[in-house]
């Protein structure tokens, strides 16, 4: 790359903690003599994204017994390009064990993110749960295998917000921080792919990047055995996924 490995990292620590790429363009307007433009900067956002979730994806977990799932709605509904996040997390660590962004809230991509979690997690859950959204009993026994919920192996809980049995609270505080960072958006302005490469990125921040409150510590230092040394983490989990990928 023309352009030097701090310069490119803080563009994406600035963009994931809330500044726009055209906010960052003016910071660095002000303070390297070479500028880069905006649509640069959109394009390291997408690069080192994918690149460290090829990484992150295939990582074993240590997890607790708990896996949460939800989903919500980004951009708007007249906006083209509004979509569905579809996440899930682990109540003990608090790590995003998988995650994906498409157009649609359907079977398959409800399916995609519980398959990672299965398979990160080496099949270690033995509670589900998710919100009352009726494709979620059937992919989840699907995903999970019908014998072990049949044997009481692994359980669906269903919590349904409209018969006040509350919510699932920790996957909803880390949609309140997923919602932090994407109020400006109405919408993406590229592909469904970069898109879902720009969420990617989110959670490559919020396991590795942002200390949790609750726990002071990043979701990582619980869930796996990777040690980042460095300050600048982003640089590290690129120079670690340039390696293992």
Request: with cysteine; hydrophobic share 30%.
């Amino acid at each position: 790359m023309r352009n030097t490995p701090n310069k490119i990292t803080l563009c994406l620590d600035l963009f994931y903690k809330g500044i726009s790429t055209r906010q960052i363009q003016s910071h660095l307007q002000a303070f390297y003599p070479h500028n880069s433009s905006w649509v640069s900067i959109y394009k390291w956002i997408i690069k080192y994204s994918k690149q460290i979730s090829k990484f992150t994806d295939k990582l074993k977990l240590k997890v607790g017994k708990e896996l949460q799932v939800d989903e919500m709605q980004v951009g708007t509904m007249k906006s083209r390009y509004n979509g569905w996040f579809i996440d899930s997390i682990d109540t003990e660590t608090r790590f995003m064990v998988a995650s994906e962004f498409g157009k649609l809230r359907d079977e398959k991509s409800i399916k995609k993110v519980l398959g990672r979690a299965k398979q990160n997690s080496e099949n270690k859950f033995t509670t589900i749960t998710t919100d009352g959204f009726h494709l979620y009993t059937k992919s989840v026994k699907s995903v999970f295998g019908y014998y072990n919920f049949q044997r009481g192996i692994q359980t669906h809980k269903v919590v349904t917000q409209s018969k006040n049995e509350g919510f699932n609270i920790k996957i909803e505080r880390m949609h309140n921080s997923v919602r932090h960072r994407i109020k400006t958006f109405r919408g993406f302005h590229g592909s469904t792919e970069s898109a879902n490469a720009i969420m990617k990125g989110y959670e490559i921040y919020y396991n590795f990047i942002r200390k949790h409150l609750a726990l002071g510590k990043c979701p990582y230092e619980l869930a796996t055995d990777i040690k980042l040394e460095n300050s600048n983490k982003w640089l590290e989990l690129i120079e670690i996924s340039q390696t293992n990928n």
